[in-house]
């Protein structure tokens, strides 16, 4: 498996992860809908908006070339590491 299959797997799998949180999240929000803040619902929007943008990339990766695709590896990370940062800041609200 080359390097970048590799790397597109094991991000994948850290979203897969996240998005799981994501979703578990969204079942508790759903239970107290009446006791959520505008910042509840904006956090809520900005995980979307983040994961939404890890998938972007990690499809830009899958049609990237064997000799392309590092240059995108900064973007995924970036892009996945917000989206922990705002999974974690809301598990603190």
């Known amino acids: 498996m080359s390097k970048r299959r590799e790397y597109e797997e094991m991000v994948r799998a850290k979203l897969a992860k996240l998005e799981a949180e994501v979703d ?3 079942k508790e929000i759903e239970a107290t809908e009446s006791e959520l803040t505008a910042e509840h619902h904006s956090k ?11 998938r ?18 900064e973007g995924i990370e970036h892009y996945y590491q917000a989206l922990g940062k705002e999974v974690n800041s809301f598990n603190k609200l």
């Open 44 to 54: 809520l929007e900005k995980v979307g908006e983040l994961s939404g943008q890890v």
């Open 24 to 26: 578990a999240l969204k």
């Open 56 to 73: 972007a990339k990690l499809q830009e990766l899958a049609e990237a070339g064997e000799d392309s695709w590092e240059h995108l590896q």
